[in-house]
């Protein structure tokens, strides 16, 4: 039903919106959640999902990214096991959203996690052992979101355990065959940047009838952003490089100069969840707008 239809993609917009809010509100104040708020809503992917791809399951999935991150993050500064309970919801809503983001998502969930934990974790005292600070400091700093993230897994399990158990038993060769084969679907450098907007399909070469732009707003913002605050930032520097890195990985990945990588046995098994290079960008959206909202930084003013 259309009105079905056009309902979750006004509360995918609402919620995803509201969501990057209330991360990036909790370490850079509420001007610099608006602004990233803004930028998760209008950044070019997000806009190709909901406007050309009408895929509804990665636009929602959308809703899950940063609240994952928020709650994850959350459990470590507090370590609280009252947020466990929302990394394990959000991790679970994530997985049953859509799979295929989930799986794309968690090994930089779980980079974060780890790098944020060791970031935040002080030692008793300056005679602590690095053996006795692991297990005494880091690890309780880091146990509740990583409880919190296997009891997502144990939550999702009537999905996820059939999908691992009977994947053989599913033609999945004919999702990569043909058109679908991804060595035909690398984006090229110069697409970044390109105003073009398409209302067609991914083809092989450089001339998609579909945008795969970043956005010259949100790198912008990204940009000054991070020349403003860098002098200013301290802990929060690794979670910076953390999304920074992350979201220049998976661009690479998306483009055709990251081809090589899709050829190799165990790493090109892993990109090739994404079946299409270029779905590795939502990771770059995500990571873009995150980082946008450094341009009005709480500590700027």
């Known amino acids: ?22 991360y990036v509100r909790s370490w850079q104040g509420a001007a610099a959640a608006m602004v990233a708020a803004l930028v998760y809503v209008y950044i070019p992917y997000h806009l190709l999902n909901l406007y050309v791809r009408a895929n509804l399951a990665e636009s929602m999935a959308f809703v899950w990214l940063p609240l994952c991150l928020w709650t994850v993050r959350q459990s470590i500064l507090y370590r609280s096991y009252g947020w466990f309970v929302g990394v394990a919801l959000c991790y679970a809503g994530l997985l049953l959203t859509s799979n295929l983001v989930f799986v794309l998502f968690t ?53 996820l355990l059939p999908l691992i158990l009977e994947r053989n038993d599913v033609r999945t060769d004919q999702w990569f065959d043909g058109r679908y084969e ?22 092989i070469g450089p001339d998609d009838t579909m945008s795969f732009q970043l956005g010259i707003a949100p790198l912008t913002l990204v940009t000054v952003g991070l020349l403003l605050s860098w002098p200013l930032l301290r802990r929060q520097r690794w979670e910076v490089l953390t999304l920074l890195g992350a979201g220049v990985i ?29 779905r590795w960008f939502g990771i770059t959206a995500l990571c873009l707008s995150v980082l946008s909202g450094l341009v009005v930084h709480y500590r700027l003013f």
């Open 182 to 203: 991804a060595g035909g679907h690398f984006v090229y450098f110069h697409q970044l940047f390109s105003p073009y907007w398409g209302f067609g399909i991914s083809k």
């Open 250 to 278: 998976a661009t690479f990945f998306g483009l055709q100069w990251g081809a090589p990588l899709w050829r190799l046995p165990v790493i090109g098994a892993a990109l090739g969840f994404a079946q299409f290079p270029w």
């Open 107 to 159: 090994p930089w969930l779980g980079l974060y996690l780890l790098l944020v934990a060791l970031v935040y974790s002080r030692p008793k005292s300056m005679g602590q052992s690095m053996v006795q600070w692991l297990f005494s400091t880091w690890l309780r700093t880091a146990l509740a979101p990583l409880l919190g993230l296997a009891t997502g897994l144990a939550l999702g399990a009537n999905f």
């Open 1 to 22: 039903h259309t009105a079905a239809i056009e309902s979750i993609v006004v509360r995918s917009i609402i919620g995803s919106a509201g969501a990057m809010y209330l």
